[in-house]
């Protein structure tokens, strides 16, 4: 996407979850972050092992500054709990930028308690920062309590 178009990198938010109401802060991923995100996906996709060197390669492609995509992760307390990735393309649709939601991962533990919810909004309201966008998210088919959460 064109850095004219591209929201700042900076955003950040913090919204209170959790049965304990600990703050979980939303922010992008760093290079240090990688081997949670490693970790995170392979609870996506606990049937389909993926090797972490090639998801780290993958990510590190991602978070490129000038890249189409983001890559958040959700934090409480200073652990990562959660990630999501956003990819921005043209649309012809919209005839502007539409936002792909390509992952939302919530670590085991603490799905249920509202840090997805926090990081499907994020991404919402990121997404909203580019006039005339359209925000799409898929989800498996075998996924039934992510299509209840969606």
């Known amino acids: 996407?064109?850095?004219?178009?591209?929201?700042?990198?900076?955003?950040?938010?913090?919204t209170k979850t959790s049965p304990k109401k600990s703050p979980?802060?939303?922010?992008?991923?760093?290079?240090?972050?990688?081997?949670?995100?490693?970790?995170?996906?392979?609870?996506?996709?606990?049937?389909q092992p993926r090797d972490p060197k090639e998801l780290q390669k993958i990510l590190k492609i991602m978070m490129r500054p000038g890249h189409q995509d983001d890559v958040f992760v959700a934090t409480m307390c200073g652990a990562i709990v959660g990630m999501m990735t956003l990819s921005w393309k043209p649309s012809l649709f919209s005839t502007g930028w539409m936002v792909q939601i390509e992952q939302i991962v919530v670590t085991e533990a603490l799905r249920g308690h509202g840090v997805g919810t926090n990081l499907l909004q994020f991404g919402v309201h990121h997404a909203s920062k580019i006039k005339e966008q359209r925000v799409t998210l898929n989800a498996g088919f075998h996924r039934i309590k992510a299509h209840h959460f969606y």
């Open 24 to 47: 979980v802060v939303i922010r992008h991923a760093r290079r240090s972050d990688l081997p949670h995100l490693c970790e995170l996906l392979r609870q996506l996709w606990p049937d």
């Open 1 to 14: 996407m064109p850095s004219s178009l591209r929201p700042h990198r900076s955003l950040k938010t913090t």
